[in-house]
């Protein structure tokens, strides 16, 4: 006799993400962010000067141990925005973002400051 799956069983399956859809989640989530000018392209090393870093990998930086990800994003901020204040929304918004959409964890969202964005006329 024939040994049936139980209909209740459930297999397990592993979801490979790309480190390049993970940069992009947090690209997105960061943009939403009130406050937040632009993101800016990650600070030249050596893997980014022989272009192994292209598209959302230039802006965002993603590490990973054992699925738990590290993330590292460059920002403006707009003028009159309060640093931390907007800093702590876009940690918020791209932890969020990143383990709803791609069912991962994250240890660290680190955000850097490159530049703060005058729109205002100096008088």
Known sequence: MDKQPE???TVATQLVISDDVIA??????????????RLVQR?????????????PLKYV?????????NIKLYI???????????????????KNAVQGMGGCVVSKVN????DV????KCT
């Open 111 to 114: 955000v850097c400051v490159a």
């Open 24 to 37: 992009s989640i947090a690209m997105s989530a960061a943009k939403d962010i009130e406050g937040v000018g």
């Open 43 to 55: 600070p030249k090393d050596i893997r980014s000067i022989i272009k192994i870093f292209e598209g």
């Open 7 to 9: 209909k209740n069983s």
């Open 61 to 69: 930086e993603v590490s990973s141990n054992d699925k738990v990800y």
């Open 76 to 94: 403006t901020i707009k003028d009159g925005e309060k640093i931390p204040s907007v800093v702590s929304k876009v940690q918020t918004a791209v």
């Open 117 to 120: 964005e005058i729109t205002g």
